[in-house]
């Protein structure tokens, strides 16, 4: 069936290094893609999104970068800080049909000091 | 100004009760979605309504029920509870409904445990 999926569910890195959070999905009518951060005890928080139109879009030290060709986006924090520690989904969406958005598994960054 | 809320906090059921969950949306929106989100596992959607209507439903059975005020906050509701339907769940607010997956802002979450 149609997944969204992550593929490392942990990543331990160093303070000030760039982590890269990896997400495949199967949908091919999927053109609506969601990073969102949740804490430890809270819920999930909007980081950035992106359209299906777009192969890059960049925010405040994150860059989401899309590659439809095989359905793989990423999530890139620049001098990762020990706030950026949390679970990391993806969540995506698809143009017409029934709407159920689908989150991925969740990726846990670890940022060590 | 205050973000989604959701409550109880916690709360603990035995198999076979009936749970409600309440959850306030941001104030000036009018559309609201509930996700179970099981332990080590992203979120599931279950339910979207707007102006009090549902708008959406996940793959969840009947004994999954929600509904929308006229204030607009929600309430879900769950029956026959099974040991399965521990879980975190969210409430997620958003402006508008627009058939998509929309920017949503999440609450804390009510941690369900079914005994």
């Known amino acids: 069936g149609e997944s969204v999926g992550l593929h490392l569910p942990t990543l331990s890195v160093q303070e000030g290094d760039n982590s890269i959070i990896n997400c495949a999905y199967s949908n091919s009518a999927s053109d609506y893609f969601i990073w969102y951060k949740q804490e430890s005890g809270k819920g999930p928080q909007f980081i950035i999104d992106i359209r299906s139109n777009m192969d890059k879009r960049q925010g405040q030290r994150v860059t989401v970068l899309l590659n439809k060709t095989v359905k793989h986006l990423s999530l890139q924090i620049a001098a990762t800080q020990p706030g950026d520690s949390a679970v990391y989904f993806c969540a995506e969406d698809a143009s017409g049909g029934s709407y159920i958005p689908t989150f991925g598994r969740g990726t846990s960054l670890i940022v060590h000091p | 100004d205050a973000g989604v809320t959701q409550s109880p906090t916690h709360l603990i059921k035995t198999r076979g009760q009936h749970v409600t969950l309440r959850c306030s949306p941001i104030?000036?929106?009018?559309?609201v979605s509930w996700y179970q989100q099981v332990l080590g596992q992203g979120p599931q959607f279950i339910f979207q309504?707007?102006?009090?209507?549902?708008?959406g439903r996940g793959n969840f059975p009947d004994r999954f029920s929600a509904r929308q005020f006229p204030n607009y906050s929600s309430e879900l509701n769950v029956n026959a509870l099974l040991l399965g339907d521990s879980a975190l769940y969210l409430c997620?607010?958003?402006?508008?409904?627009?058939?998509?997956?929309?920017?949503?802002?999440f609450g804390p979450g009510t941690r369900l445990t079914v005994l």
């Open positions: 997620a607010s958003s402006l508008v409904f627009s058939g998509r997956l929309d920017t949503q802002y």
């Open positions: 104030s000036g929106h009018k559309s």
């Open positions: 309504y707007y102006e009090k209507e549902e708008r």
